[in-house]
């Protein structure tokens, strides 16, 4: 018999017998045991001697089928589970109180993705290492069941790259690199506004002077009109930069040489999928057995 938990001012959260969480998930009871056994799904809620499970598990078992189905085995499925169970918060992640999503002055859309529609953006590249430099990087954080990443272009643009062939923690690598080349020319932007647009605000702020609502709106309507100009001018260097690097590459392939500046494979390459942790298969179906 399904329970309903919660406030009577709040949303009634369904809860569940161990046979019926098994027949929701569609799997026995025999597999949910060998899963909680692994540690696959959190501890139910007791009272007394009966377990209670609720919309989590069931949807931490939908999860485990989902991977299963798209080649991924128990061991490396626990591993990215408990790598999404210590995964950044999407507040910490975007800067935001928790009921936001919407980063302040934030010109990129966020992207919520279950675990398994991570894996189908990356396939065998969902790896445990490479969900951890995500999560270290900023690119995702964990909300609910549910992970977030934090821009839909730059989401895009690494299922693309590896797509064409290009390793995923090799993308998250150069991603890493770029951010910090990155924050560099922001800053770099941001002292040329202060310094030579904003001197007359700041002068104030330095001698004890506060803002009123109408200077704080000219500010924020100042550095809105002066950021896509400095967009532009990074994206022109970036973009005549790449003519030069490929143009480079192009001659040294010509000349019969190669660009020195080639990382070496092995620094990008993957980890071989024979390190990772063999796992058993679920047992075999049988009857269903009690609540433990």
Known sequence: MEANTGTEDGPKEREFRMSELAAEAGITVRTLRFYRERKLIPPPRR???IAWYNEHHLARLRTIAALLERG???????????????????GELLGLDSGSLVAPFSEE????????????????DVTVDNLATSLDIGYLAVDGDEFVHISRRLLDASTDLVAAGVPLAAVLDAGRQVRAHADALAGLFIKVIRTHVLQDVLARVESGAELGPEELTRLAQ????LRPLSKGIVDAELSMAMDRAIGAELASWADGTTSSTSPASSSTSPASPSTSPASPSPPPADGAADDD
Not at 109 to 121: G, K, M, N, S
Not at 222 to 225: A, Q, V
Request: net charge negative.
């Open 72 to 90: 991924h085995n128990l061991g490396g499925i626990a591993q990215l589970l408990t790598a999404f169970e210590s995964g950044r918060d999407v």
């Open 109 to 124: 859309t966020p992207v919520r993705l279950t675990p398994e529609e991570l894996a189908d953006h990356f396939k065998d």
């Open 222 to 225: 100042t550095i809105d009109k």
């Open 47 to 49: 009272e007394g001697r």
